[in-house]
Each structure stands twice: as C-alpha cells, then as structure tokens.
C-alpha cells in the first residue's frame, strides 16, 4: 500500500494515457478528448499555484493604522513586531506532494492532449 500510495502520481499519469488510448480505439472523438484533457491540465496547474500562493504567507503585516481616540501606548502594543513579519515572508515556498503531483499530472494531461490531436 505505500508504493502504491508513493507512486501515485506515476500511476494517474499512465491511466490518463491508457484512458486516452482506449477513447481513440473505441472510436471516441479525438478533439473533444483533447480539449477536455487539455482544460483539466490547465486547471490543475492553477489549483497547485493557489496552494503554494495560499501558504506563501503573502498577506502577513498588513500596516495597522492607529484609531482615533487611541493613545500611543495602546498602538505600541497593537503594533505588528516587523522582525517576524519579515522571517515569515522571506521562508523558501513549500511545495507538498500533492501540489508536485498536480502539476506533473497537469502536464502530463496537457502533452497527452496536445499528442492526440496530432
């Protein structure tokens, strides 16, 4: 069970081909194979960038300003320490198997597609 769970990514990659390869033996419409391989690469590719962006901290220290009636003393305390903002932002991306495997996936589709409509 973990090779399988290991090589995943290696085994939804060759049952995409061999999905493909029986929709053209069968007699399947090519284009539409394509086109539909095609839109799902493309939204997989988008789907593993929205998770990289979601966990690149992009939105960490927004600047606060102080209220009206505030006095300085309470804004110091409210005040975002700029140190840990800025060792959050600068952290290299962390890219987790499952975002790797939705772009090889992705890639893999968009090729497939591509090669079928040859």
Do not use: H
Not at 26 to 36: E, K, R, T, Y
């Amino acid at each position: 069970m973990k090779q399988v769970k290991k090589n995943s990514t290696l085994l939804l990659s060759i049952l995409v081909m061999i999905i493909a390869i029986v929709w053209i033996r069968v007699g399947g419409d090519n284009f539409s194979l394509s086109n539909a391989y095609f839109y799902i690469g493309i939204c997989l590719i988008l789907l593993g960038i929205c998770f990289i962006l979601g966990q690149a901290q992009l939105f960490a220290g927004w600047f606060k300003r102080r209220d009206k009636g505030e006095s300085k003393e309470d804004y110091a305390e409210r005040k975002i320490d700029v140190r840990s903002v800025g060792s959050k932002k600068n952290r290299p991306l962390k890219i987790s198997p499952f975002m790797r495997g939705c772009f090889i996936i992705g890639m893999v589709m968009i090729v497939v597609a591509v090669v079928v409509t040859l």
